[in-house]
């Protein structure tokens, strides 16, 4: 059975950091894309960063440009997402999404690690 | 950067059919991939490369992409199938989601 588990939400001031972590099973994980995915509340999906299976290629949206640092660690199936100078805006449901194999469209979700910044 | 445009709602009555369309420039180049969400719960793929079912999804859910619209079609809908539904492309190296559409079934 596939799973994919975030983890590392809460609450965090405007101006700090977090760390999230997403730990899949099921799947061949080294094999798959990885994605990180936001909805800020009562809105809709936004891409945030993309990371392949090697960990070689990286994408990130213009909106988390320079402030997040997507990793992975194929070893641990995991995939993180490391969040710095964090905003108001950057306040949504977080979830670590795999893309189908060979393919561009989302497969496996996690359920989503809550992050709210506000002081 | 490319943009898609949904319709915040559509209203189908039980039984009819659904129609929600997804607006880029020139989109028919482009695959285009369709989810479902529910409150509280993860998207779900419900067609993929413009008009393909993944496996569980019904043959009710249908897709079609040409020119500068794509649409996502739900025939005889279901008070399940109330949700809200997101549109998907690449382009440029980044992923573009649509507004979204909450479909509700009268």
């Known amino acids: 059975e596939v799973q994919v588990v975030e983890s590392g939400g809460g609450l965090v001031q405007p101006g700090g950091s977090l760390r999230l972590s997403c730990a899949a099973s099921?799947?061949?994980?080294?094999?798959?894309?990885m994605n990180w995915v936001r909805q800020a509340p009562g809105k809709g999906l936004e891409w945030v960063s993309y990371?392949?299976?090697?960990?070689?290629?990286?994408y990130y949206a213009d909106s988390v440009k320079g402030r997040f640092t997507i990793s992975r660690d194929n070893a641990k199936n995991s995939l993180y997402l490391q969040m710095n100078s964090l905003r108001a805006e950057d306040t949504a449901v977080y979830y670590c999404?795999?893309?189908?194999?060979?393919?561009?469209?989302?497969?496996?979700w996690g359920q989503g690690t809550l992050v709210t910044v506000s002081s | 950067s490319y943009e898609l445009s949904q319709p915040l709602s559509v209203s189908v009555a039980l039984g009819q059919t659904a129609r929600i369309p997804c607006g880029g420039n020139?989109?028919?180049?482009?695959?285009v991939h369709w989810y479902q969400q529910k409150p509280g719960q993860a998207p779900v793929l419900v067609i993929y490369?413009?008009?393909n079912r993944p496996s569980g999804i019904p043959e009710r859910f249908s897709g079609s992409n040409s020119g500068n619209t794509a649409t996502l079609t739900i025939s005889r809908a279901q008070a399940g199938d109330e949700a809200d539904y997101y549109c998907?492309?690449?382009?440029?190296?980044?992923?573009?989601f649509g507004g979204g559409t909450k479909l509700t079934v009268l």
């Open positions: 999404a795999s893309l189908s194999f060979g393919e561009l469209y989302f497969e496996y």
């Open positions: 099921g799947f061949s994980f080294n094999s798959y894309d």
């Open positions: 990371i392949s299976s090697s960990g070689g290629t990286i």
């Open positions: 020139n989109i028919g180049s482009k695959n």
């Open positions: 490369r413009d008009s």
């Open positions: 998907q492309v690449w382009d440029s190296s980044t992923v573009v």
